[in-house]
């Protein structure tokens, strides 16, 4: 059984900066493409970047663009979300979450229904 947990979450103004990181008990069994969701009270889960494991490609929502960065460490099977200049609209329970299978890279975030392995969770309030 493939295990993800996430930490790093907290409460920050906004403008402020965090540290996601998630780390996964192993890369074997699940699929290539792992990443950062968020779900707000009341709304859908959403994606917010994804990276793909091979080689290193990277997708981003359009609200995070330019604040948020993705990387990944694999010789520790970690991913990691960067978040700089935080809104109040970035509160939210972050989610890592990795596909059950090979996705093919681009052009967007692929649908949550690829994705098969969740996380815990992790919460981050930014307030104004």
């Known amino acids: 059984q493939v295990q993800l947990v996430e930490s790093g979450g907290g409460s920050v103004q906004a403008g402020g900066s965090l540290r996601l990181s998630c780390a996964a008990s192993?890369?074997?069994?699940?699929?290539?493409?792992i990443g950062w969701f968020r779900q707000a009270p009341g709304k859908a889960r959403e994606g917010v970047a994804v990276?793909?494991?091979?080689?290193?490609?990277?997708y981003y929502a359009d609200s995070v663009k330019g604040r948020f960065t993705i990387s990944q460490d694999n010789a520790k099977n970690m991913v990691y979300l960067q978040m700089n200049r935080l809104k109040p609209e970035d509160t939210a329970m972050y989610y890592c979450?990795?596909?059950?299978?090979?996705?093919?890279?681009?052009?967007?975030?692929?649908?949550?229904?690829?994705?098969?392995?969740w996380g815990q969770g992790t919460q981050v309030t930014v307030s104004s």
């Open positions: 990276i793909y494991t091979g080689g290193g490609s990277t």
């Open positions: 192993r890369y074997t069994g699940i699929g290539n493409c």
């Open positions: 979450g990795a596909s059950m299978g090979w996705l093919s890279p681009g052009p967007k975030i692929p649908p949550l229904a690829y994705f098969g392995y």
